[in-house]
């Protein structure tokens, strides 16, 4: 149940950004002038019928807000109840902080008229935030905590050319992606708080050439953003082709790099049509949130790739789920008997015992 | 035992959350008019000799083809979809002959130190159709400028000055009124709706009262000047600003013709 209701957790984050996303968009961070009160109403006494123009994107993203900070104080406590492992505890008090950091935020870029710091302040916060989350999801999850499966052989020999605990190229590739592409979220926050979303208003070219022909403070910053783009997808092609090269039949690897290569086609589409369409709000939004996905798929590899060294951490008691042969294992028809009875689960239980 | 410090736990997480939201209210006091200490003047105003006092009149006109005004998107608000379906952009008015409506025209240089009495009549910014009436006003430093929620719909009045405070007050009622003060010269100072995208104004911070907005036969006139050499300015929100020097005598009347080109 816990890890259900932490991906749900995760999930609802994500609808959170997009929400934000919305707001930033299409220009209402400031329909709603008071906070935390919505023109004098307590939040969730507003009504439903006031609720038009700008008002629907500001006050439906404080709503989904308030709705994903209660699920995160209410996965903090889950997790501090039934939690043996003292990182993942702590990943859940963390997350509980984040967010009560990033509705203050949200909350004072409102009172002080949405300047630029705070504004990009809380749009970065709100992607550790929801990496937060996902890392707890993930921690949780029947994969991690029991090892995963891993894509038969045609001969007997495991593919183990490479392990995932001894592969530190993968570990340090896959760390790095991960850190450039939240920096690269940081600059498109600044684009879209600055106002330079258009400063290069043609793509791919910039006023009809590969460099700009003239620069100001907005034009630096959207090309940055491109050239950050740039730098991402030659960081993930290079990530992915690693993870096929090396370890093509370890789907926990695998899947997360098929995927990050899908989602960053998307979000390069997204990017140039926001351009195009003269930042048409529901594209923009899309790219904003699209953009976390990227972030958190690779995090989501970077932390599968460093699972082995999880082991143990932050307990005091080892938790069978850590054995690295299991770790590395062949799928086996055993395995689905097991995950259907609850063997594993009632090893873990007996270690907590 | 561990339970119920988890319970009381999640009870302590959920009041200091609470605590912490419940902290950060008050925008309506933060939102108060931002000059409502306005300076008052240092030395004795000017008074106005309607014998010797000089008028200079004219009108704006625009050459080239206008741009035609472009329907306004309501939908957002079914209120303002009834209240004033059909609404059309004001960015840029073009009349018969040229006659450009909602230029700013003021004196902008010459008047020295003169100081001038500010009025202690409101000027009044109407939110009406989901629209601002008038589009561009003047004010003079001081004077009280009344902001009026006449749509039974809610606006926000978010005003972007650069040399004065920014503000932002949420009028939810039919009705309300809120009253603010300018405390420094400034030309111009937008105002928005965040809530209606589409709305926005302009007010031109003055502090003397020689400026007038064109109507929609591009003609203004600046009444009441002392004589002297005065730098004319006239602002318009997306054709820019144009100044000419102009020389009045006692009593004499100038007329200056300003002409924006399109682009």
Known sequence: MLPLFAALVAASTAALIFAGGLVTSTGSGLSVPDWPNTYGWFMWAFPMSKMVGGIFYEHAHRLIASTVGFLIV?????????????????????ALGAVIAQGILGGITVLWYLPDAISIAHAGLAQIVFCLTVAIALATSPGWTRGYAQLPTSNSQLPRRLSVTDDRTLQHMAIVTTAVIYAQILVGATMRHTGAGLAIPDFPLSFGQ??????????????????????????????????????????????????????????????????LSQKQFFINSLHVVNGALVLVTSLALTLR??????????????????DDSQAARTFLPDDARRAKSGEARDERAGVRA | MTRRLNLRSLAAACTAAGLLVSCGGGTNQTAAPAGSGAAAPAAAPAAIDSA??????????????????????LSSDPYCQKANA?????TELVGPGGAVQNVFVYVKDGLGDKTFTTPSDPVVLDQKGCQYTPHVIG???????????SDSTLHNVHGLPKANKEFNQGQPIQGMKTTHTFSTKEVMIPFKCDVHGWMNAWIGVLDHPFYAVTGADGTFSLKGLPPGTYTIEAWHEKLGTQTQMVTVGAAESRDVAFTFKGA
Do not use: C
Not at chain 1, 87 to 94: A, E, F, K, M, T
Not at chain 1, 305 to 322: C, E, L, M, N
Not at chain 2, 86 to 90: I, K
């Open chain 1, 74 to 94: 209410v996965l903090a406590a889950w997790l501090g109840r039934v939690e043996p492992r003292r990182w993942v505890r702590r990943l859940g008090y963390l």
């Open chain 1, 305 to 322: 790739a460093h699972r082995a060294r999880f082991i143990d951490a932050g307990s005091t008691k080892q938790d069978p789920a850590y």
């Open chain 2, 139 to 149: 004010i003079q430093i001081g004077q009280p400028l009344q902001i009026l929620n």
């Open chain 2, 52 to 73: 010797t006092s000089a008028t200079v009149s004219g009108k704006v006109t625009f050459a080239g083809t206008p741009p035609a005004p472009s329907p306004i998107k």
């Open chain 2, 86 to 90: 059909g609404l059309m952009t004001e």
């Open chain 1, 210 to 275: 590969v460099i700009p022909p003239h620069w100001d403070a907005k034009i630096a910053i959207h090309f940055a953003h491109r050239v950050g783009a740039a730098i991402v997808t030659l960081l993930i092609l290079a990530t992915a082709g690693h993870v096929f090269f090396h370890h093509g039949r370890r789907l926990e690897l695998r899947r997360p790099a098929i995927l990050l290569l899908l989602l960053l086609a998307v979000q390069i589409t997204l990017g140039a049509l926001t351009v």
